[in-house]
Nanobody
């Protein structure tokens, strides 16, 4: 079983940058895809980015438009989400997650079975 803990959120101004971290424990982290999802008040949780266990494949939500970069350091059991040029509409709770199965690459939210508690990102205009 994988436990995930996010950190790095905060209050920033439009145009600023943040780097979120997702620290994993309890499982073979290097064999799991990791995804980032976000949920704004009154909205459904949406896909932000994902990275394959071997870091060879990444995907991003359409709204990202080159502003975010996902990466991972398997030696540190950590995945990062670098967010640049932040906009007020990026305000949300950001969660990292891992699929229910090892060696499974997906961007489908329902296929993720392990979730962190989330970290709040607030972007002021």
């Amino acid at each position: 079983q994988v436990q995930l803990v996010e950190s790095g959120g905060g209050l920033v101004q439009a145009g600023d940058s943040l780097r979120l971290s997702c620290a994993a424990s309890g499982g073979a982290f290097s064999s799991y895809t990791v995804g980032w999802f976000r949920q704004a008040p009154g909205k459904e949780r949406e896909f932000v980015a994902s990275i394959k266990w071997s870091a060879g494949i990444t995907d991003y939500g359409d709204f990202v438009q080159g502003r975010f970069t996902i990466s991972r350091d398997n030696a540190k059991n950590t995945v990062y989400l670098q967010m640049n040029s932040l906009k007020p509409e990026d305000t949300a709770v950001y969660h990292c997650a891992a699929p229910k199965s090892r060696y499974h690459y997906t961007i489908v939210r329902s296929e993720y079975g392990y979730w962190g508690q989330g970290t709040q990102v607030t972007v002021s205009s």
